[in-house]
């Protein structure tokens, strides 16, 4: 019999429907994806960590799971809200079950709910705070559901999502280990994906420093198959010993959250700016490369979530259909024409999509051109920040 479960929203909306994965109650940010495909890149980005993401497409789970296109090591999303969830069972690929994947992760899930609805509600009205809570409309305790979606805080996930220690990632190595992965599936553990090794040695061509706000590891490894040895760094490194690497270039990652709520990164990375070292910034990294430049950011309604935003390059007069995750934006007309001038701009709503910095060899996207989910014609971003470091070297 399937559990009745029912999902509160901070203005008072009920909408019920039915228990998956995980039984355990939550509160999150209830935001929606336009993406077709992509579930499990979805639910292993970081920057949806303390968020309940809505799929607008109604069918989710036909393909099952496969955690070799993982974003990072294991599950972030805070919930997931279905309208249709698609059970696969026997899959001739081995390919697991969505139900069971977010159980052994302990990941919360409703479905039988009117996404559509729900989605224009968010358009319309903007995010919602809510919490799924097990029982049907006339069983849930309405003062319990409003006690934890006045406690709602998102004030700590860069630092929730960030690594606790610097990493190294060598050049030329991508990819997660199968056997750790379909051994953690088969012994019903949650997952802990672990990073390919090779005993093979390659020379590294260049040497990026990151600074990881809560890196997707496509960012990474589109870095690392371009022959760059990566140090990946927590958030709060200081930018003396981001230095103290001595990198060609210097990478801002992608993250949750607020940028303004980084405010100690903020000061380092305009130091690190301060250098003329080359920098690369996507999404939070963006964003907070214009706040160290003066600039300032304010909340989208309802954010940017899905694989299908059209994007303009101003420079090339082409629009690229792009990968993006972001809930916050640069304030156009808050950047020093002195300083930067806008690259990109979103087609849909003429909102800030990246941003070339004159005095430096610097420059920052909103969106994610490394795709995962999405398309890959924005890969050429990441040819540019090594040409940027081919260039500076050569100096």
């Known amino acids: 019999m399937e559990q009745k479960a029912c999902l509160i929203l901070n203005d008072g909306s009920i ?195 990151v600074l990881d706000f809560g890196a997707k590891h496509n960012i990474l490894w589109n870095l690392v198959k371009r022959g760059c040895e990566v140090y990946d760094c927590p958030w709060n490194t200081s930018a003396e010993e981001i230095l103290s690497l001595n990198p060609d270039g210097i990478f801002l990652s992608n993250g949750p959250g607020d940028p303004t709520n980084c405010g100690d990164a903020i000061t380092e990375i305009k130091k690190l700016y301060d250098t003329g070292i080359p920098m690369f910034g996507i999404c939070l990294g963006h964003q907070l490369m214009a706040l160290a430049t003066g600039a300032k950011t304010r909340k989208l309604k309802y954010g940017h979530r899905g694989a299908n935003h059209p994007v303009k390059d101003i420079k090339e007069d082409r629009v690229y259909i792009t990968s993006q995750n972001h809930g916050y934006v640069v304030v156009d007309e808050s950047v020093d024409p002195k300083v930067a001038v806008v690259s990109h701009v979103n087609v849909n709503d003429g909102t800030n999509e990246g941003l070339d910095y004159l005095q430096k060899p610097v420059f920052t996207v909103q969106y994610h051109p490394e795709g995962a989910p999405g398309p890959q014609d924005n890969n050429y971003l990441f040819d540019q920040f090594i040409d940027l470091i081919e260039k500076n070297k050569k100096k």
């Open 15 to 209: 909408l019920e429907g039915f228990r998956f994965g995980s039984d355990r109650q939550v509160v999150c940010e209830v935001v929606f994806s336009t993406g077709l495909t992509g579930y499990v890149e979805l639910l292993t980005d970081p920057s949806f960590c303390g968020q309940a993401v809505t799929m607008a497409n109604p069918i989710i789970g036909n393909y099952g799971v496969f955690e070799d296109v993982s974003e990072a090591a294991h599950v972030w999303v805070g919930a997931l809200i279905l309208r249709d969830l698609t059970p696969v069972h026997g899959d001739e690929r081995n390919a697991e079950d969505l139900d069971h994947y977010l159980k052994r992760n302990g990941v919360p899930g409703i479905y039988g709910i009117d996404t559509r609805a729900l989605t224009i509600k968010i358009r319309e009205e903007g995010t919602k705070i809510g919490v799924i809570m097990n029982g049907a409309k006339d069983e849930i305790d309405i003062d319990e559901a409003n006690r934890l979606i006045a406690s709602y805080d998102a004030k700590s996930v860069v630092p929730l999502v960030s690594p606790k220690e610097r990493a190294f990632y060598p050049a030329w190595v991508s990819g997660w280990e199968k056997d750790a992965y379909v051994a953690d599936a088969k012994d019903e553990k949650k997952s802990q994906l672990v990073r390919s090794t090779t005993d093979e040695k390659h020379a590294a061509l260049y040497r990026v420093a």
